[in-house]
């Protein structure tokens, strides 16, 4: 037991010349909620323009946000340029988003993503996010005090209804490094002084190349895999103006497969299936024998998403954006010799992709 | 006090020894060094361990003598078999002493940067010299809620089953890889701790026949450990991203977000503190046991001090990440090495002995 | 420290008994070398019956009054010279001839009769003592009241009334140099082990010091590691559940003058069970279990927590109480760490302030300290109010812990804790986590393992740990108890 006495004495000893160097303490930081990248005519100082928000606590104990902008390098230069400017110890473990502008990202944002990946302080889940315009126009059209959770809870309520996809820095980074696949990030723009959803941003590798709406994203969605609710509204063309139907599905797959002749591939497949309820259709009749028939609109829905689906998929082969990860399928499918021969070669673009739907009406809410 | 070790207790003891910060770096090291589906190495890896596990159970079951000493002194005697000992007790505390510094390092990366890491590594020899102060079954006991207290941490990996794809693992196996030997040798390392057993032995409980079981259930435990991780790795990340990520397990557990606590690899992957504990304090209680051989005078707490310092000043210039890695390498392949030779070691001189007639135990 | 240190004084002490008791002048007779001894103790009773020649010497206070008039006096005045051998003949008087023996029987509370040369000793001892009620540190809402009291046959009496078996051995063990209290080791011959109980009996033995006085001090001289933070021996002071501690096989310390009886060997997780567990329904039992473990996690870890995250784990706070933490931080001067310590003590002051006080005055205390303090504090920006909710719970948490004892050495722990925290941050508390894991799984109470059924791991325990298991599935006794008739249910 007298190890105990010495125990304590060693650990004292100890404990008096360690830990304090790297206290940060919560009030005396500055905790950046949002990075915003534009881009910057090249300078001496720098060819990005930076703009981070961080809240301060006044006075009288109420919060504010702050935001300044700097030019600079890269993104730790611009923390460091950032840091210079205001009193408080500039730290990022609190950012949520990272929001950059479409001429930014047309230059890729490799460099940007592996300093996010690489700092220890910076969580997994950072969003990023491509604004339609300027960036920092972003940070101030959003109404809230809060700047960074804002976009954070924006973007978490779209992709869990599934109208853009999910994307977080670990997302980026693993299809920015697959061969199989490309990222697509959402991509919000200003309306009317108000931050929208405006729908995804294509990539290919790490460079922005083109942008899909609220309505082409979802398809993607469905295309790509697992939807577990989301919802469509379809304009169908009539003799006089629009038929619309407002179909929700609560449960979609997709099954893609390689069709191959031999060693060549002939063709890939996409089969998605969905089920859901009609809430609205606005070709109902007013006599009451002629029902909304099931079939019917199962089709009109099928023919619908066949041509939209053709549109995106020639949309993608425009941009060489594989965002669906049909070269992944095609890689799994092949044997690894044959899979370095094609590899480089412009896939994507080659290979026929056919797109079929399965509708089936589950319910069409209160009426027949 | 002479309780023994319950084998239960014993395959607990084994898996805590066996799995250590490796765990961080494994899926990379698989990525690099084997490519696509390395997770499967883990798996073949872990059958040649048990080939390793089966030539120590055979030194048991024909042991003569009470332990490994007896055996190996009624051949050769003890001043000839003193700087082997001795040997292998620095070579054992050094191994020791360069996970924990391997340890303290990776801390460093998370938090307390500015801190000395000598002052770190100070705080945890203190550690390791308080529990290894205590008799091996007290060691166990401690071992135990140790494991309780991080073995939960696998349960995290369901919360990436949403963000996992099967697209990612790919059909090719083993391609793009770097150096496979290389590998072998890391995922053994990565193993090691089982032949301590070698020394347990004598503290364990043998009443039931098939007691030597419970190694083979606590090197299992470590496999579907290690294997689950890095499965789970090859489903969470891409193949390229895998090989640049440097600790990817780090990373996984960074994922994870609750209500009440984000970003909690910084408070779990302190829990490593006590796998690495035990790990350290068992390489050094064999080494203790070594060395008192060699030295009888010794006390307990002479030969802990002795054997920490002297680690501790063989590796006082390794202090820089790479460093350390390179010569956890080589020291842990001299490890794996030993693992190897010794049981072997062990038989031929059983065989000899039996062959001149010596008795049974 | 006292085993070791007072020897030689308490050897001088002994001495001195010795001499006082071995020195009498051959030419006294025992009742003038008694009266002697007793030289100065004003308020010894001296009854002469001079046609009898005979002479009673007793304590006053320590008979029982009515019993003393009835069985010693009345017939002492009725008898006659001619009767009185044949009187002294009956078994209620016990000859003795040793001086030491008569003083020990004087000072237990008998009455001591000199005839001529022969002495007697009757034993109507008595006098005041607390009468049953309920035990106000172990309360029990279902579950019987009756608390123990202070006086040692008392207690005797309700176990014996609840264990009502032959088999049931009290061993009387006197402890303590001068006051020679008498202690009682209990247990159940045929389910405690043997050895456990010669184990007991001669720590029991082996003690040498002045005086004991409560059972707690008694548990500190005979357990395995007295420098430990934690208790080793958990007391009770209802007698169902020393009832149960005997039925499992446990053994049972009474101590005379001390309403709290210990139980040996006790783990770790006795502490956090109390009787209204087993009366409860067993998944309620069960839930209030989890609940108290919770609560110990909570006590001793969330303080610590606090200062961590904000001195050095910001990243890990949550978006939605970033700035709540932030505001509430923004005025108060001080680090986390001391403005922990300084709510802790403060909490600690209050709650040491309130154990001491008439009840009356201690509601003001609890005004003071909970509204003036508490709402001042963050008015004037001293402390943070998130801090002031996290010190209050973890100091709630703290009394959910049934065992006192055991709360006071969790909320010490928990300092060392805070301390740890300021400094390291979440290493630190992994290490001062680590250090209790390996002190208390070396820890033992006699012999037994601490932690046990947690480490070493007793599956079969389990039913009764974190759960309370149905009665059905309760079939054997604790493995800790080391009993040597394992089954307490028929098997079906």
């Known amino acids: ?368 | 006090m002479s309780e023994k070790i319950a084998p239960f207790h014993l395959a607990i003891l084994i898996y805590m020894i066996q799995s250590g910060v490796t765990l961080y770096k494994l899926p990379r090291m698989l990525a690099v060094n084997f490519g696509t589906n390395g997770w499967i190495m883990v798996l073949i890896v872990s059958f040649i361990v048990i080939i390793n596990i089966l030539l120590i159970s055979l030194v048991i079951r024909f042991r003569i003598g009470e332990n490994v000493f007896e055996i190996m002194e009624g051949l050769i005697s003890v001043k000839v078999m003193l700087p082997f000992y001795m040997l292998l007790a620095v070579t054992w505390s050094l191994l020791a002493i360069l996970v924990s510094k391997d340890f303290i390092l990776i801390t460093q990366v998370l938090s307390l940067q500015n801190t000395n890491s000598s002052m770190l590594i100070v705080i945890l020899m203190v550690l390791t010299f308080y529990l290894g102060m205590k008799d091996v079954y007290t060691i166990s006991k401690a071992t135990n809620i140790f494991f309780i207290l991080t073995i939960w941490m696998t349960l995290l990996m369901i919360y990436h089953i949403p963000h996992t794809s099967f697209l990612r693992l790919t059909p090719f196996i083993f391609k793009e890889g770097k150096n496979a030997v290389e590998g072998i040798i890391q995922v053994y390392t990565g193993f090691l701790g089982f032949e301590l057993v070698l020394f347990l032995f004598p503290y364990v409980d043998q009443s039931k026949p098939k007691w030597f079981h419970s190694v083979y259930y606590g090197h299992l435990i470590t496999t579907i450990v290690y294997a689950s991780t890095c499965f789970m790795s090859y489903l969470y990340f891409s193949l390229d991203q895998l090989k640049i990520t440097s600790y990817p397990v780090l990373n996984l557990i960074a994922y994870v977000e609750i209500e009440l606590i984000e970003r909690i690899e910084s408070f779990v992957f302190n829990l490593f503190l006590m796998k690495i504990l035990v790990t350290l304090v068992l390489y050094i209680w064999a080494s203790c046991l070594l060395l008192e051989r060699a030295i009888p005078k010794l006390s307990r707490k002479q030969s802990l001090v002795i054997l920490i310092v002297t680690g501790m000043l063989l590796s006082l210039k390794v202090n820089v990440m790479a460093d350390v890695g390179n010569w956890l390498l080589i020291v842990g392949f001299v490890a794996a090495g030993l693992a190897v030779g010794l049981p072997i070691i062990l038989l031929i001189v059983i065989g000899i002995r039996t062959y001149r007639g010596d008795h049974r135990a | 420290m006292i085993r070791r240190k007072p020897k030689k004084l308490i050897k001088k002490l002994k001495e001195l008994n010795d001499q006082q008791h071995s020195e009498p002048s051959l030419e006294l007779s025992l009742y003038e070398q008694v009266v002697n001894e007793l030289e100065g103790c004003s308020d010894r009773e001296d009854i002469h019956f001079p046609e009898l020649q005979v002479n009673l010497i007793y304590f006053n206070h320590l008979v029982d009054k009515d019993r003393f008039q009835s069985e010693i006096l009345d017939p002492f005045y009725h008898v006659t010279k001619e009767e009185l051998s044949s009187l002294l003949k009956r078994s209620f008087y016990k000859p003795v001839a040793d001086l030491k023996e008569v003083i020990d029987g004087i000072l237990d509370g008998e009455t001591a009769i000199f005839d001529k040369e022969r002495v007697f000793l009757a034993n109507v001892a008595g006098g005041e003592k607390r009468n049953i009620q309920p035990s106000e540190t172990e309360t029990a809402i279902t579950g019987p009241h009756e608390g123990f009291i202070e006086s040692g046959e008392t207690n005797l009496s309700m176990i014996r009334r609840r264990v009502r078996t032959s088999r049931l051995k009290v061993n009387k063990l006197p402890v303590g140099e001068v006051t020679k209290t008498n202690a009682f080791l209990l247990y159940v011959k045929g389910i405690a082990n043997d050895e456990l109980v010669t184990e007991l009996t001669h720590r029991i033995e082996k003690i040498e010091i002045d005086a004991v006085y409560d059972a707690h001090m008694l548990s500190q001289l005979i357990e395995d590691q007295p420098h430990s933070l934690f208790p080793q021996f958990i007391t009770r002071e209802r007698p169902d559940s020393i009832a149960a501690g005997l039925v499992e096989g446990k053994i049972i310390i009474i101590l005379e003058g001390s309403p709290a009886i210990i139980i040996a060997p006790s783990s770790f997780f006795d502490f956090f069970e109390t009787g209204d567990d087993y009366y409860q329904r067993w998944l309620t039992g069960t839930a209030t279990r989890l609940l108290r473990f919770g609560a110990f996690i909570i006590t001793i870890a969330f303080t610590a927590l606090y200062v961590s995250v904000t001195t050095f784990h910001y990243e890990m706070i949550p978006e939605s109480l970033l700035t709540t933490l932030a505001v509430s931080r923004s005025k108060v001067p001080f680090n986390p760490i001391y403005e922990a310590f300084l709510m802790e003590m403060t909490i600690e002051f209050l709650r040491e302030a309130g154990a001491r006080l008439p009840t009356k005055v201690g509601q003001t205390i609890g005004i003071v300290g909970g509204i003036v303090i508490g709402q001042a504090a963050v008015q004037a920006g001293i402390t943070s109010n998130v801090l002031i909710i996290v010190v209050a719970i973890s100091a709630i948490a703290s009394f959910v812990v049934p065992s006192y004892v055991m709360s006071a050495s969790i909320r010490l722990g928990r300092f060392g804790l805070i301390l740890l925290a300021g400094l390291l941050g979440n290493l630190g508390i992994m290490i001062g986590i680590t250090i209790l894991v390996i002190h208390l799984s070396s820890l033992t109470s006699v012999g037994a393992p601490y932690m046990s059924p947690l480490s070493p791991f007793f599956p079969k325990d389990w039913k009764d740990f974190l759960l309370r298991a149905p009665y059905k599935m309760m079939k054997t006794r604790p493995t800790m108890a080391r009993s040597s008739n394992k089954s307490k249910q028929r098997n079906d």
Request: glycine letters at 6%.
């Open chain 1, 1 to 368: 037991m007298r190890n105990l006495k010495r125990l304590v004495i060693v650990f004292s000893l100890v404990f008096l010349l360690v830990g304090c160097n790297d206290q940060k303490i919560i009030e005396t930081l500055g905790l950046m909620s949002v990075m915003c990248f534009d881009k910057a005519t090249d300078s001496v100082e720098g060819n990005m323009l930076v703009t981070s928000t961080f809240p301060s606590i006044t006075e009288e104990s109420n919060r504010k946000e702050t935001t300044i902008d700097t030019i600079a390098f890269s993104k730790k230069d611009a923390e460091r340029k950032l840091a210079a400017k205001t009193e408080q110890e500039i730290v990022n473990g609190q950012i949520r988003s990272l929001i950059f502008s479409e001429d930014f990202a047309a230059d890729g944002i490799n460099q940007i993503i592996h300093s996010v990946e690489r700092d220890q302080e910076i969580g997994s889940q950072v969003k990023v996010v491509i604004s339609e315009g300027e960036a920092s126009a972003i940070l101030e059209a959003i109404p809230t005090e809060s700047t960074g959770n804002y976009v954070d809870k924006m973007l978490r309520k779209e992709s869990d209804q599934f109208n853009i996809p999910y994307l977080d820095i670990h997302y980026f980074s693993r299809d920015m490094h697959d061969d199989g696949i490309e990222p697509v990030a959402p991509l919000v723009g200003i309306e009317d002084g108000e931050v929208v959803v405006k729908g995804a941003a294509l990539f290919r590798d790490d460079r922005y190349v083109g942008k899909l709406t609220i309505q082409e994203s979802k398809l993607l969605l469905l295309m790509r895999g697992k939807v577990k609710k989301s919802d469509l509204v379809i304009k169908i063309p009539q003799e006089t103006g629009y038929r619309t139907l407002y179909f929700t599905y609560n449960h979609s797959k997709a099954e893609t497969k390689v069709k191959k002749k031999g060693t060549e591939i002939e063709q890939v497949d996409i089969h998605v299936s969905m089920v859901g309820s009609l809430l609205e259709d606005t070709g109902t009749k007013m006599n009451g024998n002629s029902s909304t028939d099931n079939n019917e609109v199962q089709k009109l829905i099928d023919g619908y998403l066949s041509n939209e689906a053709v549109r995106l998929i020639e949309i993608l082969k425009e941009k060489k954006a594989d965002s669906l990860g049909i070269k992944g399928y095609v890689r799994n499918s092949l044997t690894y010799q044959e899979w370095k021969k094609i590899k480089e070669e412009d896939l994507f673009q080659k290979i026929p992709i056919n797109v079929t739907f399965s509708v089936i009406l589950q319910n069409k809410g209160m009426l027949e």
